[in-house]
């Protein structure tokens, strides 16, 4: 993944990467913010999982459909299993994606979780268990979409191959079959 987002290329969609960022922000700061000035753990708590409810939301329903084009859900199955399910666009309204959301969406969704995970060092140091609770909570949603997102791009990935492999080998097997045809 490059460090660098792409040049020459404008947002395509510049308020749904603004509600992208915008949660992670304010739940970053928020719990930044409250805990070294204020002492009451429960506003702190709720306010910050809040937050962090709605990017999970958010992101999870929103801006990875219409920035990088791809969903995913976790259901149960009539065994009890959970079933990872995805969906992603077709193979050429992946190619058009633009660059600079899908640069912005990865980057973020992995900043984010970096940044909960140092809050959470910062936490251990400061013998802040409580505050622990908070952070852990984020950072699972967090996780959770990082998780959600990377296994739902390799299934989307997988997808393509296949589709080019099962159109290559229709090919090959139609150009033989005309070669024999024709032959006879």
Same mark, same amino acid.
């Given at each position: 993944?490059?460090?660098?987002?792409?040049?020459?290329?404008?947002?395509?969609?510049?308020?749904?990467?603004?509600?992208?960022?915008?949660?992670?922000?304010?739940?970053?700061?928020?719990?930044?913010?409250?805990?070294?000035?204020?002492?009451?753990?429960?506003?702190? &708590?709720?306010? !910050?999982?809040? $937050?962090? *409810?709605?990017?999970?939301? =958010?992101?999870?329903?929103? %801006?990875?459909?219409? /920035?990088?084009?791809?969903?995913?859900?976790?259901?149960?199955?009539?065994?009890?299993?959970?079933?990872?399910?995805?969906?992603?666009?077709?193979?050429?309204?992946?190619?058009?994606?633009?660059?600079?959301?899908?640069?912005? &969406?990865?980057? !973020?969704?992995? $900043?984010? *979780?970096?940044?909960?995970? =140092?809050?959470?060092?910062? %936490?251990?140091?400061? /013998?802040?268990?409580?505050?622990?609770?908070?952070?852990?909570?984020?950072?699972?949603?967090?996780?959770?979409?990082?998780?959600?997102?990377?296994?739902?791009?390799?299934?989307?990935?997988?997808?393509?191959?296949?589709?080019?492999?099962?159109?290559?080998?229709?090919?090959?097997?139609?150009?033989?079959?005309?070669?024999?045809?024709?032959?006879?």
């Amino acid at each position: 993944m490059d460090l660098n987002p792409p040049a020459g290329e404008n947002y395509a969609h510049p308020k749904t990467c603004l509600f992208h960022v915008i949660f992670k922000a304010a739940a970053l700061a928020f719990y930044i913010l409250f805990a070294l000035f204020i002492s009451n753990f429960v506003i702190i &708590f709720v306010v !910050t999982v809040l $937050l962090a *409810a709605l990017d999970f939301w =958010v992101v999870k329903n929103v %801006s990875g459909r219409i /920035l990088v084009g791809l969903r995913w859900w976790n259901e149960i199955n009539d065994l009890g299993e959970s079933v990872w399910k995805f969906e992603s666009l077709d193979q050429e309204s992946l190619a058009r994606m633009n660059k600079k959301d899908s640069w912005l &969406f990865w980057w !973020t969704l992995y $900043l984010t *979780a970096a940044a909960w995970i =140092v809050l959470a060092i910062f %936490s251990l140091i400061r /013998l802040q268990a409580d505050f622990l609770l908070v952070i852990g909570v984020c950072l699972t949603l967090s996780i959770a979409n990082i998780v959600g997102f990377t296994k739902c791009r390799k299934d989307a990935k997988q997808k393509i191959q296949q589709f080019a492999y099962e159109n290559i080998a229709s090919r090959v097997s139609s150009t033989i079959q005309s070669a024999i045809f024709s032959a006879v």
